[in-house]
């Protein structure tokens, strides 16, 4: 192997993660910086392993480990979250560092079995307000059911005052360096917003509970450690809690998003032409063409924005299939849009903007105006109808932006 070394975070605590460079692909989201499987160990009197790593990692984590002490000492095993990028080679490290115990929440032991089978041994489960001894310091655990996974918890250790949060206030980021301070600002918010945007977009009610109400968050916190991407260390995670919040809370932003696909530019004439409508009302506004962006860029850049006018041609009496992919996409992730718009050409019936209609109204995304469809090429006139459409989804958000 590559003789991989542990980073230190504290005196007490090393990053014994992987690092996936080349992982472009997380279920459905384009992870175009890779990404890192974050595991941190605890030595105290109980050597302790929080979280592991995906399962073809397992030897990078294990060497990480031995450049720190014998793998055969952890005594305790914590699973934050079941999923197999972090619970991948649980089954392996239970069974070559015969860990004395593994500590999981309840719905963690369900999912644990049923992944693993007869292969893991009996667990420890631990609910909010637990917490063991490992020695000078302790672990607290607090649930974070469907934050966001069901079995999904976080646990505070005590002394390091180090908050290791899972998949949470984590980003799909690799990189050499293991801490925020280490990266530039923007690297950091274009990952954190999109990992918040396809990974937990849909929990945003659930998130704002958490950082009302988690009691870790009281807590004398100065590290926070997710299961990917960097570390926040020397009271920085301030920053990214209060991302989290401002793309959690989704206040409809005076920002237009026109997405669209097209087969032979009619839709994108008019695309273009309802985009000017909504800029010459004073909305800035983006247009994405499913052609050159992916679902996974997209749901990022409509994350916050207060209009989205989709697009579509109509093929065999359908919408677009990139429209199909995106929209149930979207579907599953639920953005707040404060106001919506169908529009495309067709040749034969034209039932595709009338299904991204019902797609938007399905989403609960009000559209001010009827669909807007023209057959083949849009002429002088059909081109300033869809500049007035434009007009008429800016007055719209204006009015609720004042409401
Ligand atoms: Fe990083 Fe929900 O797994």
Known sequence: ????????????????????WHLREFHGYRTSRGTTYNAFLVLDDKVTLIDTVKAPF???MRERIASVIEPEKIDYIVSNHAEMDHSGSLAMAMQEFKAEKLFCSMQGEKALKAHFHDKLPAMEVVKTGDSIALGKNSLAFVETKMLHWPDSMVSYLTGEKILFSQDAFGMHLAGSERFADEYCDSVLYEEAKKYFANILLLQSGKIIDLLDN????????????????????????????????????QKPEKRAVVLFDTMWHSTEAMANAIAEGLIQSGISTELIS??????????????????????????NNNMYPSLGDMLTYMRGLKPKIAVGGAFGSFGWSGEGAKQVAEALTLMNIEQPAAPLAVKYVPDAGALARCVEFGKVLAEALKNKLES
């Open 58 to 60: 397992f030897e990078e």
């Open 214 to 249: 988690l009691p870790g968050l009281d807590l004398d916190i100065d590290i926070v450690a997710p299961d990917h991407g960097p570390v926040w260390r020397n009271g920085d995670h301030g920053k990214i809690i209060d991302l989290y919040r401002e793309f959690a809370e």
């Open 1 to 20: 192997m590559a003789n991989f070394q542990a980073v230190k975070v504290t005196e007490k605590v090393w990053w014994v993660g992987a690092i996936d």
């Open 290 to 315: 499913l052609h050159s962006c992916d679902r996974s860029e997209a749901i990022t850049r409509i994350m916050g924005a207060g209009v989205l006018a989709v697009g579509t041609p109509t093929i």
